[in-house]
């Protein structure tokens, strides 16, 4: 059992109110235990859930379309994003507590913690406190060791470093390796060339290859490559590209006016929509919703993480993006994660998109990076949101955080599924693109590729 479970399972049996988090911390208010009261029939997950639910829609009706909650430094206007239903819980005769996620206008995620009274047909919340920002808490739960009473303690510089995140910006230089094996025929290779956007500057240092470059640019993404026609010349002979990179951490941001969101709807090679997903989305949505995008969204998020593992299986065929294994298998890298919801999430008519590239170590300033990285975007309220769905699996801590942002220290370097150039490979469509595509006369070859990077500047935290 974890702490949080473990406080909860305490507060019930002692009538207790708890939040979602228990970390310690000094500076406690405390709270009472409250007086013993006769025994009355428990109210059900359900009906909590409903009751908080109708509190924060009433509320945000009233209000015209955002749910306000204002304290001596904050005055927000909020959307409903998720209510933790892990977390609801009957403290006690005519008490309940809530946990929600709501989001602000800039796709900031704040986890609020209330306090409701009442019956199951009728509760009010008593109490409202902002628990955490993006998944940093704010104030944690303390228990005294002699009248097992609980008490707030708030947590100092609660901007701390969330793990293996890069928040704000960063600078690094990132060096793309590739080693030629034997060509013995006619080769031809086409390697992902990282490009500016609004989050990432990015300028080529040094290119160094062995023949005469081309360069090309696919119509529908617009992603660039290095197209080199190889021979037995070159054989054993090594592809170094460097870049300076400077990226911000990225989160919701507006969609491009007249951008086609119809394509992030439709399938792909590995990337399949309707029937079975469908089905799966639906159930997962249950009646969480009736038509928000964005809670249908974060409850396939939620689906995703809970139903699947980050496993690399050897005998397997992930790594390949393959959403019809991802959903057999219930398993596989970043590749697999996202295309999962990808396919979820078109099948429920919410645009998503697929990028990949590297994630930058946060926790040393030079060496090597371990393979590419992939994550996935879906479009609500007119943005499109990050999501980073095998980090969040891996470090649930960071779930809510995942859900809106990506950390500073990754590097792009393309985009979308399918993608083709003109000259393309004899294969056929690039499923996606962060390693070379080489072949052979025709057949296709894995040329060793190693990606290494050194960080210029102190990173922000």
């Known amino acids: 059992m974890n702490i949080k ?17 228990s970390e310690t911390k000094e500076e406690t208010e405390t709270i009472a235990q409250e007086e013993s009261k006769p025994v009355e029939k428990k109210v059900s ?22 749910f306000n909650i204002k304290n001596d430094s904050l005055d927000l206007d909020l959307r409903l994003v998720r209510v933790h239903t892990e977390y609801l819980s009957h403290l006690g005769p005519g008490s309940y507590f809530a946990c929600v996620d709501l989001a602000d206008d800039k796709g900031d995620i704040y986890d609020v913690d209330f306090f409701l009274e009442g019956t199951e047909d009728n509760m009010n919340v008593v109490r409202t406190d902002i628990h955490k920002l ?82 090309l640019t696919d119509d529908q ?12 010349r070159h054989s054993h002979k090594e592809i170094a590209i460097s870049y300076s990179v400077k990226r911000l951490e990225k989160s919701p941001y507006k969609a491009k ?47 995703v993480i809970d139903s699947m593992k980050y496993i690399k299986n050897e005998e397997g065929t992930y790594g390949t993006g393959d ?7 219930q398993s596989g890298n970043c590749s697999e994660f996202h295309s999962y919801f990808i396919a979820l999430a078109r099948s429920v008519d ?14 040393r300033d030079e060496g090597g990076i371990n393979g590419y990285h992939c994550w996935a975007e879906f479009y609500a309220e007119g943005k499109w949101w990050p999501v980073d769905i095998s980090e969040a699996n891996k470090y ?47 057949f296709i070859v894995r040329p060793k590729t190693t990606f290494t990077f050194e960080r210029k500047k102190e990173k922000n935290s």
């Open 396 to 442: 649930t801590a960071l779930s809510t955080y995942y859900f809106g942002h990506h950390g500073a220290n990754r590097i792009e370097l393309s985009r979308g599924r399918d993608i083709k150039f003109n000259p393309g490979p004899a294969s056929g469509e690039i499923n996606f693109l962060a390693y070379p595509v080489m072949e052979i006369d025709e």
């Open 134 to 215: 993006n998944g940093k808490p704010f104030y944690s739960w303390k228990q005294d060791k002699n009248d097992k009473t609980w008490s707030i303690v708030p947590i100092k510089n609660a901007g701390g470093d969330l793990l293996g995140v890069v928040e704000g910006e960063d600078e690094f230089e990132f060096y793309y390796k590739v080693m030629l094996p034997k060509i013995d025929g006619k080769g031809e290779i086409w390697i992902p060339i990282a490009e500016s956007d609004q989050f990432q500057d990015v300028k080529m240092l040094s290119v160094n290859i062995p023949t005469k470059e081309k360069y």
């Open 257 to 303: 006016k007249g951008e086609d969101l119809n394509q992030y709807l439709k399938a792909n090679t590995l990337i399949p929509v309707g029937d079975q997903f469908k089905e799966i989305a639906l159930f997962a949505i249950g009646n969480k919703t009736k038509n928000d995008p964005l809670i249908k969204a974060r409850a396939l998020y939620d689906y």
């Open 221 to 232: 993404f617009g992603n660039k490559v290095l197209y080199l026609k190889l021979d037995e």
């Open 45 to 66: 997950i359900e009906k909590i859930e409903e009751g908080i639910k109708k509190y924060i829609l009433e509320t945000t009706e009233k209000s015209g379309g955002t």
């Open 5 to 21: 479970s473990f406080i909860i399972s305490l507060f019930i049996g002692s009538s207790l109110l708890f939040s979602c988090n």
């Open 350 to 363: 919410i645009p998503a998109r697929f990028a990949i590239g590297a994630s930058i170590p946060s926790d």
């Open 323 to 329: 959403a019809v294994y991802a959903c057999d298998a």
